[in-house]
T-cell receptor, first 112, second 114 residues
Framework: DAKTTQPPSMDCAEGRAANLPCNHS???????VYWYRQIHSQGPQYIIH???NNETNEMASLIITEDRKSSTLILPHATLRDTAVYYC?????????????FGEGTQLTVNP | EAGVTQSPTHLIKTRGQQATLRCSPI?????VYWYQQALGLGLQFLLW???????NRGNFPPRFSGRQFPNYSSELNVNALELEDSALYLC?????????????FGPGTRLTVT
């Protein structure tokens, strides 16, 4: 799996957009970018994933650069409940599926 | 749709004892994954079961074992407990036939070894 680099922590004001960056300069052509988050003492929650096109769902948007070496997860209107550790994971999509390798992630703190 | 459930929520054991943790996946999900999250450490992959068979295991000693039942629920057993086994144990499931890596996690079992 390609290695990812994320800032250890970020702050965001409630109601503003939270932009979480992730570098994955060694990503391969068949690797997807996945985002999960873990609210304190809970199980991780799948957020979104993408290959090369920008993706949007009810939780967030994922912007992947044209060279695919980095991406940004955007929470358009952050709330206090979005305070969590956010993990960027790069994985090959396999028909069988396998383990997820979680790095250190980014601790996002949304402030009132 | 009910999510992944795990039991018990909390478990307290003494060193040397055995612990059994249980997981029920989302209906229709056939793969079950177990992860360990020790205090201050990241999530570490433990075991992966699919269709009743162990498909892969992480870098953990053999005293960590498990199984998956015909109804796709799973059990994680930890023998000869050590203090370092104190952690949050998370179970995740994945839908049958999907090639993606969307895993849905349960709330975890907090194991404390004294």
């Amino acid at each position: 799996d390609a290695k990812t680099t994320q800032p250890p922590s970020m702050d965001c004001a409630e109601g503003r957009a939270a932009n979480l960056p992730c570098n994955h300069s060694t990503i391969s052509g068949n690797e997807y970018v996945y985002w999960y988050r873990q609210i304190h003492s809970q199980g991780p929650q799948y957020i979104i994933h993408g290959l090369k096109n920008n993706e949007t769902n009810e939780m967030a948007s994922l912007i992947i650069t044209e060279d695919r070496k980095s991406s940004t997860l955007i929470l358009p209107h952050a709330t206090l409940r979005d305070t969590a550790v956010y993990y960027c994971i790069v994985r090959v999509v396999e028909t069988s599926g396998s383990r997820l390798t979680f790095g250190e992630g980014t601790q996002l703190t949304v402030n009132p | 749709e009910a999510g992944v459930t795990q039991s018990p929520t909390h478990l307290i054991k003494t060193r040397g004892q055995q612990a059994t943790l249980r997981c029920s996946p989302i209906s229709g999900h056939t793969s079950v994954y177990w992860y360990q999250q020790a205090l201050g450490l990241g999530l570490q992959f433990l075991l992966w079961y699919d269709e009743g068979e162990e498909r892969n295991r992480g870098n953990f000693p053999p005293r960590f074992s498990g199984r998956q039942f015909p109804n796709y629920s799973s059990e994680l057993n930890v023998n000869a407990l050590e203090l370092e086994d104190s952690a949050l144990y998370l179970c995740a499931s994945r839908r049958r036939g999907t090639g993606g890596n969307e895993q849905y996690f349960g709330p975890g079992t907090r194991l404390t070894v004294t």
